[in-house]
């Protein structure tokens, strides 16, 4: 039940009284509210709300996505997704019918129904199913330009009717439809009622078209120019919008699949229908007429591509009559031309129109798809014509009012009688409900030999003049008496009926007072055999497909069609047959004003809609004593956790029985009556408790089953994690056997080779043992390195060590290169100066040292050139030992400078042979020097890892570059190392 709303009662049948006065109370609160749908049980009843409503986007779709009608407010895509459901579950073919008057919303009924099912299917996004879903939608771009047309009741109103078939595969994805297309109102070609419009293609084209195109086709934007356009002054367009629609029209052609051929030959045959309405005619001076504007005659042969213009204005002014293989030309009068130019225009747009139909089908055709099956299932959508009433109602409202008529009594039997069948099938008392059965109006038209039709069937097959006054009096004298039809002759205290000119039918929706001019006419709906040969043999190939009959030789003599109401008559019963054999769902749309106003409820119109729509007997007989009714199952499954004997599930039984349990303990077992199949609630209060007591305990079961789902999902989530470790643990042992195994094939005799593998490809690791590898690598690195190492002497290790370093921060290892020479081919000492011949003073100082600052060892010592800030240079000595840095007079031996090895931040030296060194201190007063080192040799590498060695993890930054910035005096001084090969000594 639709319970889900604030707004009045989404459901009619939940009313306490059914009364029109409390119908259209609900209505109108419901319609001010915005709430346009309104439920009859599972009938859907739209009220058009001249606006536009933000209530059909994707987050609407995904809330009525394969969701029960009842579950969720009342929408037209519950109603859709219903259709969809059941034809998906039960495999059989279901259909839409959208029924109401003239501007109560059909058409974007219809649409928002057809743009509902292509977002819900193709959930896989498949390309083929995608263009199948964009040439469905597109198609109604088509037929709404051709199709439809301003009228005084509505803005886009079809002049047609339409069925489509759409066709799905087994998955319920959309490979094709079919179109049937119902009585085009081509007489609006030729002329509108006051304050209408002609179809909406031909002011598209008018004020869409590019100028290059109009002029193509000789046209102009001025509307005025064109007789069949210029009837009315009321309701202009905005050419913007023209534009717009043009530009549309003419991509969902191409979409289509319309050759650009075809689509010229499109625009050529409505500039030829406003061409042809500019014709006008005289009488020559004997007999016959003649066409006054020859031009205009010339650019209509030029677009129909007609073999001469000769052959156009004799078809014009003229007919050829075969009989017995005779033939005769027979000249019009001007009255007769006329009418022969309006057929033809008519003709033409009507055949336009019909090809273009066939065209969408062939493009929309499922036997093309792979997925189509023969007995694949369908879901139809009937937007067609809504009952109309106009100033002047001619044979195409007839035609119009009597498929209604037809689309009403389909719902009598398919609604209202099978409702009270399924009481008797269910075995339910219940009192028999009233309603009107509208079948006498439909036999009042349709019935063989004594209905309006035969009647003007039987007319126009008589020989000789028969006129339509004729035929009002034959339809007199035969449906005399019948309570439905009236006329002045039968019924003269009718002031509103003209003698000899209307008659009245009593339709189910209203009396309808028809003028019967023009009835044998359209009826006839005749079209001289020379128009169909003159567009047969066109050299347009387009317009040739349109007139197959033209190929028939001059002098054959042709069989009488089928007239108009016939043709149209069959086709609504084929389309009744069709209906029947569906499963149909119900759209009843009705207009709340006559204004167009998204805000006027007209009361009185209203009630009118809702009488003749029977949607008061619709609500009665769904009630019949009881407001709900629903199989056991589904009220089981709906209402079972509202008690403890039937939640979480019931086993005491079937359906039926844990039904009557669960209405026992609720105390509800006095207001419900049991079927054979349905259980059956008496009055709408009881279906609210119902509702109250499940959306109470709603929330705490939706908390429950989250706890639950998220359990389980956990759970499921912590096995798959379990399961993937221990996939992963076992791939990676097999990974890493593997891997050692081509280790120990590739690295087989390293030991035994020369460079201990060195030149050796190490092998790549899996992704799964990258970090592995790389520690495989790192080990077998390190045994290199042990098996190289093991063969130096212990007493040289830590020279080695410290070339390491010193390869790292002034070699090849440091970032910018390094010095092309750092000492690496030779051994080092360190204290230098202990080989030499020193004097005792400077034994005596170094023992000073050792004593004085608890020195044991001097790391680094040697003679150096001592530059000051003054770039004056002096001869020095330089004393390195774990804790300090001495500079010593090179004559007394006499330290005149020490500094502790922590106040060493740094040092910077060139990257030539050159022996400069910058040691960089704290206070910055740097110490800058040449060692003096013998001729060929480099000290700069040893003093540098001596020095980094000494100071250990302290921070010792190095610089190797020829380009030196430095603290001399606490002055900032730049050196420029540049080399001379003329001179031995460092020169400042």
């Known amino acids: 039940m639709a319970l889900h709303t604030n707004v009045g009662l989404g459901d009619f049948i939940l009313m306490e009284k059914i009364t029109m006065e409390e119908f259209v109370k609900n209505l109108k609160l419901r319609h001010e509210a915005r ?76 649409k928002v129904i057809m743009r509902y099912i292509a977002k819900v299917t193709n959930v896989a996004q498949q390309d083929d199913i995608e263009r199948v879903k964009d040439v469905l939608l597109q198609s109604n771009d088509i037929l709404e330009a051709f199709g439809n047309a301003q009228t005084n009741r509505n803005d886009n109103s079809s002049r047609f009717g339409k069925y489509m078939d759409i066709n799905f595969d087994f998955k319920g994805d959309p490979i094709g439809g079919h179109i049937n297309n119902y009585l085009l109102e081509k007489s609006r070609v030729v002329q509108q009622q006051d304050g209408e419009r002609n179809f909406h293609a031909f002011y598209q084209l008018l004020q869409g078209a590019p100028e290059a195109e109009l002029k193509k086709l000789h046209l102009s934007r001025n509307l005025s120019e064109f007789n069949y356009v210029n009837q009315t002054t009321k309701g202009k367009s905005d050419p913007s919008s023209r534009r717009q629609d043009y530009t549309r029209v003419v991509a969902a052609l191409k979409r289509l699949g319309f050759p650009q051929e075809a689509t010229d030959s499109v625009w050529k045959v409505l500039a030829s229908v406003l061409h042809l309405g500019n014709l006008q005619f005289e009488a020559k001076e004997n007999e016959g007429t003649e066409i006054v504007d020859k031009k205009a005659l010339s650019k209509l042969g030029s677009l129909l591509e007609v073999p001469s213009l000769q052959d156009l204005e004799e078809s014009l002014t003229s007919r050829v009559i075969a009989a017995h293989g005779d033939v005769v030309r027979k000249l019009h009068n001007v009255d007769d031309a006329r009418r022969a130019r309006d057929a033809f225009a008519k003709a033409l747009y009507d055949r336009l129109f019909t090809w273009i139909v066939a065209q969408v089908n062939s493009a929309i055709d499922p036997s093309t798809s792979d997925a189509y099956v023969a007995n694949s299932t ?13 100033g002047k109602n001619s044979f195409e409202q007839f035609c119009i009012n009597y498929c209604n008529e037809k689309l009403q009594q389909l719902f009598i039997e398919l609604v209202l009688q099978q409702e009270q069948e399924e009481y008797q099938r269910e075995g339910i008392q219940w009192e028999h409900i009233d309603y009107f059965n509208n079948f006498i109006i439909c036999q009042l038209v349709d019935q063989s030999h004594k209905g309006v039709i035969a009647i003007m069937d039987e007319a126009c097959l008589n020989v000789g003049k028969i006129t339509d006054i004729m035929l009002l009096e034959e339809m007199d004298r035969k449906l005399k008496g019948h309570k439905h039809y009236s006329s002045r002759r039968t019924e003269p205290t009718n002031k509103m009926l003209s003698h000899s000119e209307d008659f009245q039918v009593k339709h189910y929706a209203g009396d309808v007072v028809y003028t019967i001019t023009g009835f044998i006419e359209k009826n006839r709906d005749t079209l001289f055999q020379d128009f169909k040969r003159l567009l047969f043999n066109s050299k347009n190939s387009t317009m040739k497909l349109m007139w197959p009959e033209g190929a028939e030789h001059i002098s054959k003599t042709t069989k009488r069609p089928l007239t108009a109401g016939t043709l149209f008559k069959n086709s609504m019963l084929a389309l009744m047959k069709t209906i029947h054999s569906k499963e149909p769902h119900y759209v009843r749309c009705i207009k709340p004003n006559d204004a167009k106003s998204p805000v006027l409820f007209d009361k009185k119109l209203v009630e009118h809609q809702v009488a003749y729509l029977g949607l008061l007997e619709n609500v009665r007989v769904r009630r019949a004593g009881f407001a709900y009714r629903q199989e056991y199952w589904r009220f089981l499954r709906r209402y079972k956790m509202i008690s403890q004997f039937t939640w979480p599930n019931f086993h005491g039984g079937d359906a039926e029985e844990g039904t009557r349990v669960l209405l026992e303990d609720r105390k509800f077992l006095k207001d419900v009556t049991f079927g054979k199949t349905k259980i059956f609630v008496r009055s709408p209060s009881t279906l609210f408790e119902l509702e109250k007591a499940r959306s109470q305990l709603i929330p705490g079961i939706v908390i429950f089953l989250q706890k639950m789902c998220r359990g389980t999902l956990a759970r499921k989530q912590y096995k798959r994690m379990v399961a993937a470790r221990l996939i992963w643990g076992k791939y990676r042992k097999y990974k890493m056997r593997t891997y050692v195994n081509t280790l120990q094939k590739t690295f087989k005799n390293c030991k035994s080779m020369k460079d201990y ?22 080990m077998f690195m390190r045994w290199r390195g042990y098996m190289i190492i093991k063969k130096v002497p212990p007493e040289d290790r830590d020279m080695l060590r410290r070339k390491l370093l010193a390869w790292e921060l002034v070699g090849a290892g440091s970032g910018n290169g390094g010095r092309q020479n750092w000492g690496l081919n030779r051994r080092w000492y360190g204290d230098y100066l202990s080989q030499e011949n020193m004097d005792p003073e400077y034994n005596t100082t170094v023992q000073d040292i050792r004593t004085k600052d608890g020195v044991n060892n001097i790391i680094f010592s040697s003679k150096m050139l001592k530059i000051n800030k003054f770039k004056k240079t002096s001869d020095r000595l330089l004393l390195i030992s774990e804790k300090k840095i001495y500079k010593l007079d090179d004559k007394k031996s006499k330290v005149m400078r020490g500094e502790n090895l922590s106040d060493v931040v740094g040092l910077s030296c060139g990257t030539k042979d050159d022996q400069l060194v910058v040691i960089h201190m704290k206070d910055k007063n740097d110490l ?3 060692l003096t080192a013998p001729q060929g040799q480099d000290w ?28 001399m005096g606490s002055k900032s001084q730049t050196i420029f190392i540049q080399q001379d090969p003329t001179s031995n000594m460092p020169m400042f």
């Open 378 to 390: 369908v879901i139809g959508v009937l937007d067609i014509y809504g009952f109309e009433i106009f």
């Open 928 to 930: 800058v020097a040449c």
């Open 35 to 110: 709430q346009i749908y309104t439920y009859i049980g599972d009938v859907c009843v739209s009220v058009n709300p001249y606006t536009t409503l933000d209530i059909y986007g994707m987050d609407m779709v995904n809330q009525y996505k394969g969701r029960e009608i009842f579950e969720r407010p009342p929408h037209i895509f519950a109603i859709a997704d219903a259709a969809y459901k059941s034809m998906r579950r039960n495999g059989k073919d279901t259909c839409i019918v959208i029924s109401g008057e003239s501007g109560s919303g059909k058409t974007e009924a219809s």
């Open 757 to 778: 593998g060195a030149s050796l490809a190490f092998p790549d690791p899996p992704k799964a043992l990258r970090e592995t590898g790389r520690k495989f690598e790192a």
């Open 940 to 967: 700069v590498g040893e003093l540098t890892a001596a020095l980094a060695t000494a100071k250990n993890k302290e921070p010792f930054k190095v610089k190797v570059t020829d380009e030196i910035h430095c603290y």
